[in-house]
């Protein structure tokens, strides 16, 4: 998450202080060199410590704003260790936007892809026949 903050602040300008300024470091070799002041590099610091905590504070917010679902979601995953989207729709509700229509063939299929099949069909599958076929 600092990294990432860090890259908001020094790389790509995302920050009103120090303004749409990059002090990336492209050169490997020049890891320990700074192309910056003490003083920019202490408004550097202090500016990625502020995201981290104005993220940090938010998303505890909203996960303490959301905490019987997130309750509600570690039973569902206790109960079992994979869940399929329709598994998060009925813990969570409907997403507050929709899914692209590409994508949604894939996210609402319903099956588990990484479900193993059982004996009964793979036996079934490999002799040529099903289990309804047979009468004894």
Not at 49 to 77: D, M, T, W
Not at 84 to 90: K, N, R, S, W
Not at 100 to 111: D, L, Y
């Amino acid at each position: 998450v600092t990294k990432m903050a860090y890259s908001m602040v020094a790389v790509y300008g995302m920050n009103s202080e120090l303004g749409l300024v990059s002090y990336g470091q492209n050169n490997s070799s020049q890891q320990f060199y700074k192309p910056y002041s003490e003083e920019t590099g202490r408004k550097i610091d202090e500016q990625t410590k502020g995201i981290v905590e104005e993220q940090y504070s938010r998303v505890k917010a909203l996960l303490a704003e959301q905490k019987e679902k997130l309750e509600n979601l570690a039973e569902r995953l206790a109960e079992k260790e994979t869940l399929v989207y329709h598994d998060l729709v009925e813990v969570l509700g409907e997403r507050p936007h929709p899914i692209k229509a590409e994508v949604s063939k894939f996210v609402t299929a319903g099956t588990n892809p990484f479900s193993m099949p059982s004996e009964a069909a793979f036996s079934a599958e490999t002799d040529g026949s099903d289990e309804s076929d047979r009468s004894t």
